[in-house]
């Protein structure tokens, strides 16, 4: 486990496993965002395993991430995605938000144990430009809005700042 975060992934068969580590925040969202892209695109994955067994915090921009790979999995196979999360703080902001209604949320990883090696994005690494964190930041936020009411009302001002600031510039 690191202070600083870092994503790990590897793919085991047809499950892709993310191992989340550190303090997790959106300035590498944006390059966990593409290789999601790319593992949607190019896999034939059956299944998503979101490890958080040494994650210390994930800020909103990053449970935005998480929470839109429900939505690429239910495209591609229609399972739904796993969640291993053994801190008791994270599983009740995690259920706070409503991601039980969305994800197995379980403590402990089902076996085999899964070492998720391959580092896909670690803080410390170049910040993405400007334009592309806005947009991660803001489509993160709007996952996490549509996921319930709840969380439609908790993050509805910020959705409308980050879409004026945001948009105007893509012409919208």
Known sequence: MTS??????ALVGDVQVLRIEGSVRY????????????????????AVLIDL???????????????????RLRAVHGSRPTIVCPQRDLRTLL???????????????????????????????PTPPSRELARTVLEAHRTL???????EAEFHDVVAMMEREVEPDDGA
């Open 4 to 9: 600083d975060g870092c994503v790990r992934e």
């Open 53 to 71: 067994s040494g994650a210390t915090y994930l800020d909103s921009t990053m449970l935005g991430v998480v929470a839109r790979i429900v939505a």
């Open 95 to 125: 259920y706070s938000m409503g991601f039980d209604e969305v994800f197995e949320i379980v403590a402990q990883a089902p076996p085999p144990v899964v070492n998720a090696a391959h580092p896909v994005a670690t803080d410390g690494a």
């Open 27 to 46: 300035t590498i969202a944006p390059v966990v965002e593409r290789f999601l892209d790319r593992v949607f695109a190019h896999s034939a994955i059956a």
């Open 145 to 151: 809005a549509a996921m319930n009411p709840h969380n």
